[in-house]
């Protein structure tokens, strides 16, 4: 069965400190995807990014980046010079692989809020 | 949210009360979720469907139906309504093929007395 943990409730931290969410996944499966969504305050899901298992190259996008590393199952998230619209629960979700109809095992999600 | 629209926004049911559901597309996509979003638990998978007059069991789907009579509409009804169905359900589509990429509706507060 899949699961991910992420095991930050809750996270407080001042405009422009940095700030890293982390996530840690179980799965059988060799192929799969992550993801991460961010949820603000207004409550839509948005998507933020998909990676496969077989790059474990980060990324970076902007002041995001996302640290892949299949040794320790985690995909942590990193957010530099956090700003108070950055404020919102983070979720990370794991699918198999390349594409069946099941779908995405989510964490609990992180609620992130920035302070001025 | 490309295309998604969820009915109602908000609800609140007295215990034992029915209720539908509304998720439409305005698109052709084949792939629809049901999830239910609590706190503590994240988003954990009701029901879903891989094409029209097609519907499978997620993660929780006791007390729960979902029908799929048409591509662009996936409904979700709630027979006989309990408290812990208190809950904001957000629809979702699969709208990147091959990359399980979902796509979510607004969401639907529901409240169950």
């Known amino acids: 069965a899949q699961k991910v943990t992420q095991a930050q409730t809750e996270i407080s931290v001042v405009e422009k400190e940095d700030v890293t969410l982390d996530c840690v996944y179980e799965t059988r499966d060799t192929t799969y995807y992550l993801f991460w969504y961010k949820q603000p305050p207004s409550g839509e899901l948005v998507f933020l990014i998909r990676?496969?298992?077989?790059?474990?190259q980060n990324e970076i996008s902007g002041r995001y980046s996302w640290n892949f590393q299949k040794s320790t199952s985690s995909f942590n998230f990193t957010i530099t010079a956090s700003q108070v619209v950055d404020s919102a629960v983070y979720f990370c979700?794991?699918?198999?692989?390349?594409?069946?109809?099941?779908?995405?095992?989510f964490g609990s999600g992180t609620q992130l809020t920035v302070l001025p | 949210n490309a295309g998604v629209t969820q009915t109602p926004k908000f609800r609140v049911l007295k215990t034992g009360q029915s209720m539908t559901l509304l998720c439409a597309q305005d698109m052709n996509h084949e792939y629809m979720y049901w999830y239910r979003q609590d706190p503590g638990l994240g988003l954990r998978l009701i029901h879903y469907?891989?094409?029209?007059?097609?519907?499978a069991k997620g993660e929780v789907p006791d007390g729960y139906n979902v029908s799929r009579l048409k591509k662009q509409n996936f409904l979700l009804g709630l027979e006989s309504a309990a408290p812990s169905q208190t809950s904001v359900y957000f629809c979702?589509?699969?709208?990147?093929?091959?990359?399980?990429?979902?796509?979510f509706g607004a969401g639907s507060r529901l409240t169950v007395l």
């Open positions: 990676r496969n298992s077989f790059d474990e």
């Open positions: 979702a589509l699969r709208t990147a093929a091959g990359a399980n990429v979902l796509t």
């Open positions: 469907s891989v094409g029209e007059g097609t519907t």
């Open positions: 979700a794991l699918s198999d692989f390349p594409g069946s109809a099941r779908q995405l095992t």
